[in-house]
């Protein structure tokens, strides 16, 4: 099916347990606890405990956890850059 319209992406942290991302994105690393994916120009790293991946598939994805420690969003040209 071809698509009429043409979305950005939709990045939402839920109930401060699940990182939600609606639209195109690329996985760039899958860890145990910790998952992190590149939307547009942006990088972003999510780590927690106890990650469950809910759906991944090719314009959504849901991580759960039972407690994010941190998310990291960067711009992808910055990539391992250090930011206070």
Do not use: W
């Amino acid at each position: 099916m071809k698509k009429l319209f043409k979305t950005g992406a939709s990045i939402t942290i839920e109930d401060y347990s699940s990182l939600h991302i609606n639209g195109p994105y690329t996985l760039r690393k899958l860890g145990p606890d910790s998952a992190t994916v590149q939307s547009g120009d942006y990088v972003i790293t999510v780590e927690g405990e106890e990650m469950t991946v809910d759906v991944l598939s090719e314009e959504v994805a849901l991580f759960t956890f039972t407690l994010i420690r941190s998310v990291q969003m960067v711009l992808a040209h910055e990539e391992g850059t250090t930011h206070v």
